[in-house]
């Protein structure tokens, strides 16, 4: 029987010979099993050793040999096996526990000399390199002749970068590695992400920087990325239109949109409640959303778009007069949260009802709304604002619409009360 583990060999004499080795965890597989061309009942039982330094692997004799077993932790997959001599303690950890018992009934009843089958035991041969090796976790791929054809990407993979490799699509070799946490597939040509791209359960930061997206990838914001997602670039693509979605990614702590051709953050960007970095250099934004105010971030970098600052603050536009039907039904639709898609309604009036715009009091408004800008101090919410046109300068134009001459009276007269409301 083979046990694939992290092992590390402590010396009971060094401390009383005063002196301290510095702990030493392997990769190793601990096999027992009796010498190749030992024949019989005759053979003597060894447990072998063997880590990747020491394939050929070191073996110790086992019956009347074991001291003590400590398994106070075995569900977790760790144990000690104290030998009587040499005298060493054997430190099992991160092993399967079921298999981890498994070995351990095994050694109990070879240490009292009690016979075993001859199926659990193993021939004492050295382990094979992949046995031995650690299991690898990150992979880097930079050209295209390093990427993977013949052969598999390694199961065990938590980090995986293929860049510069003129991919079009996802590989679906690299759906299927369920490990993975950081996936990095920057610099190549993909403009879509495949359906299963949501089965990555365990993927908590995704980089998609210079490639082909046109929209925002919408699997992305979907459960159950978008519990996990913490870490999110998509710099250098053609982004024009960040959705309403993005704010259900409840995690986000760090947002890069570099280089793209947007316009308008998401009105309800301030629900991104741990995002502490954003950066959106080089973009179209002309106003920041009302909502912006509620986020508390770190950093904020929003160098090279064309911030339209008003001298004061003021209404760009005003159309407060008495609704239109088609207003009217398009607040209540929106208000009452109906759902709606191009099956039941033309086009044009699906693109009506998604240009709604959220009033502080909650009300949806349409044409019918006034639009108010205000100047914002970010030292009020940023810590570092970095990359800034004018040094020193950190008022933003922030655009907020209202739904009714009331609710700009009131808006106007305390703006910041404004911000307190959800
Ligand atoms: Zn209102």
């Given at each position: 029987?083979?046990?694939?583990?992290?092992?590390?060999?402590?010396?009971?004499?060094?401390?009383?010979?005063?002196?301290?080795?510095?702990?030493?965890?392997?990769?190793?597989?601990?096999?027992?099993?009796?010498?190749?061309?030992?024949?019989?009942?005759?053979?003597?039982?060894?447990?072998?050793?063997?880590?990747?330094?020491?394939?050929?692997?070191?073996?110790?004799?086992?019956?009347?040999?074991?001291?003590?077993?400590?398994?106070?932790?075995?569900?977790?997959?760790?144990?000690?096996?104290?030998?009587?001599?040499?005298?060493?303690?054997?430190?099992?950890?991160?092993?399967?526990?079921?298999?981890?018992?498994?070995?351990?009934?095994?050694?109990?009843?070879?240490?009292?000399?009690?016979?075993?089958?001859?199926?659990?035991?193993?021939?004492?041969?050295?382990?094979?390199?992949?046995?031995?090796?650690?299991?690898?976790?990150?992979?880097?791929?930079?050209?295209?002749?390093?990427?993977?054809?013949?052969?598999?990407?390694?199961?065990?993979?938590?980090?995986?970068?293929?860049?510069?490799?003129?991919?079009?699509?996802?590989?679906?070799?690299?759906?299927?590695?369920?490990?993975?946490?950081?996936?990095?597939?920057?610099?190549?040509?993909?403009?879509?992400?495949?359906?299963?791209?949501?089965?990555?359960?365990?993927?908590?930061?995704?980089?998609?920087?210079?490639?082909?997206?046109?929209?925002?990838?919408?699997?992305?914001?979907?459960?159950?990325?978008?519990?996990?997602?913490?870490?999110?670039?998509?710099?250098?693509?053609?982004?024009?239109?960040?959705?309403?979605?993005?704010?259900?990614?409840?995690?986000?702590?760090?947002?890069?949109?570099?280089?793209?051709?947007?316009?308008?953050?998401?009105?309800?960007?301030g629900?991104l409640v741990r995002l502490k970095q954003l950066?959106?250099?080089?973009?179209?934004?002309?106003?920041?959303?009302?909502?912006f105010n509620r986020l508390q971030l770190d950093?904020l970098?929003?160098?090279?778009?064309?911030?339209?600052?008003?001298?004061?603050?003021?209404?760009?536009?005003?159309?407060?007069?008495?609704?239109?039907?088609?207003?009217?039904?398009?607040?209540?639709?929106?208000?009452?949260?109906?759902?709606?898609?191009?099956?039941?309604?033309?086009?044009?009036?699906?693109?009506?009802?998604?240009?709604?715009?959220?009033?502080?009091?909650?009300?949806?408004?349409?044409?019918?709304?006034?639009?108010?800008?205000?100047?914002?101090?970010?030292?009020q919410m940023v810590k570092?604002?970095?990359?800034?046109?004018?040094?020193?300068?950190?008022?933003?134009?922030?655009?907020?619409?209202?739904?009714?001459?009331?609710?700009?009276?009131?808006?106007?007269?305390?703006?910041?009360?404004?911000?307190?409301?959800?």
């Amino acid at each position: 029987m083979r046990l694939t583990c992290s092992v590390e060999i402590v010396n009971r004499l060094l401390p009383s010979h005063n002196l301290k080795k510095p702990s030493q965890k392997s990769h190793s597989q601990i096999s027992l099993g009796k010498k190749p061309g030992s024949t019989g009942k005759d053979g003597v039982l060894f447990l072998m050793i063997c880590t990747a330094k020491d394939r050929n692997g070191t073996k110790i004799v086992v019956k009347d040999n074991i001291e003590q077993y400590f398994v106070k932790f075995i569900n977790e997959g760790k144990a000690t096996v104290r030998i009587k001599e040499p005298q060493h303690d054997i430190c099992i950890s991160k092993a399967d526990p079921l298999q981890l018992k498994n070995f351990l009934n095994l050694l109990r009843s070879a240490s009292q000399g009690k016979e075993l089958e001859r199926i659990t035991l193993s021939a004492l041969a050295p382990a094979s390199a992949r046995n031995v090796e650690k299991p690898k976790s990150k992979m880097v791929v930079l050209t295209r002749k390093d990427y993977p054809i013949t052969t598999n990407f390694p199961s065990s993979l938590v980090h995986l970068q293929v860049s510069a490799c003129n991919m079009k699509r996802v590989d679906s070799r690299i759906l299927d590695l369920k490990k993975l946490q950081v996936l990095d597939l920057s610099e190549n040509l993909i403009e879509d992400l495949p359906e299963k791209f949501n089965k990555m359960l365990q993927l908590n930061t995704v980089k998609f920087s210079h490639n082909k997206f046109m929209k925002f990838p919408l699997l992305l914001c979907r459960m159950p990325l978008s519990d996990n997602l913490v870490s999110v670039d998509l710099s250098d693509n053609q982004l024009t239109r960040i959705p309403l979605e993005l704010c259900e990614l409840k995690n986000l702590f760090y947002l890069k949109l570099d280089r793209n051709k947007i316009e308008l953050l998401p009105p309800t960007i301030g629900k991104l409640v741990r995002l502490k970095q954003l950066s959106c250099v080089e973009n179209l934004i002309k106003t920041l959303p009302a909502n912006f105010n509620r986020l508390q971030l770190d950093d904020l970098d929003l160098y090279g778009n064309p911030l339209d600052l008003p001298e004061a603050d003021t209404v760009i536009t005003s159309h407060l007069e008495f609704p239109t039907l088609l207003e009217v039904s398009a607040r209540a639709i929106k208000k009452m949260r109906i759902p709606y898609s191009n099956e039941d309604l033309f086009e044009q009036l699906c693109n009506y009802l998604d240009s709604a715009r959220q009033c502080w009091c909650g009300n949806y408004c349409f044409r019918c709304s006034a639009r108010y800008i205000l100047r914002l101090d970010l030292h009020q919410m940023v810590k570092n604002v970095t990359g800034w046109n004018v040094v020193g300068q950190t008022l933003v134009p922030v655009e907020a619409f209202l739904c009714s001459q009331n609710c700009l009276n009131k808006f106007q007269k305390n703006p910041k009360a404004y911000w307190k409301k959800k």
